[in-house]
C-alpha cells in the first residue's frame, strides 16, 4: 500500500529489517548507520519507478509509532514520510506529549538498546 498519501497503491511495497554490513546513513535524521547495527530498509514500485530508503533503529520506532496514530486518529490525506515529514509538532498534532519510550527517543545514540529494550 502507498504511503504517499495520494491513495494510490504502490505495485510493490516491501519492508525488511535488515543488519548492515556497511556504512549506510538514515535516510530520516542523516545519521550514520554502522556495520552490525540494526535497519529497516523499505522497497517501493510505484508509477514503474522505484524508490528505496532506510531508517535506523530510532527513526522506525518513531515512524512505527506515528503511523500507528495517524491509522487511528488521522485525517485520510495525512501521512508520515519515509524522512519522517508529518508538518506538526507531537503535542500541536496529538494534543498531549508524546509518551515517555518516543520521547526518550531524542536522547537515544546509535548502539545504546532503544528505550523499552533490555540489553
Not at 21 to 32: G, I, L, N, V
Not at 34 to 50: E, I, K, N, Q, V
Request: charged fraction near 30%; hydrophobic fraction near 35%.
Amino acid at each position: 500500500m502507498s504511503q504517499y498519501g495520494d491513495g494510490d497503491n504502490a505495485d510493490v511495497w516491501d519492508v525488511t529489517q535488515r543488519k548492515a554490513r556497511k556504512p549506510h546513513k538514515c535516510d530520516a535524521c542523516h545519521e550514520p548507520i554502522a556495520p552490525g547495527r540494526t535497519y529497516t530498509r523499505t522497497a517501493c514500485l510505484f508509477d514503474g519507478s522505484w524508490d528505496t530508503w532506510i531508517r535506523c533503529e530510532r527513526c522506525q520506532a518513531i515512524f512505527v509509532h506515528l503511523s500507528a496514530l495517524i491509522a487511528k486518529w488521522g485525517e485520510e490525506e495525512e501521512f508520515c514520510d519515509a524522512a519522517l515529514n508529518c508538518g506538526h509538532e507531537y503535542r500541536e498534532r496529538w494534543r498531549e506529549d508524546p509518551p515517555p519510550e518516543i520521547a526518550a527517543l531524542a536522547f537515544w545514540l546509535p548502539g545504546e538498546p532503544l528505550p523499552g529494550q533490555v540489553k
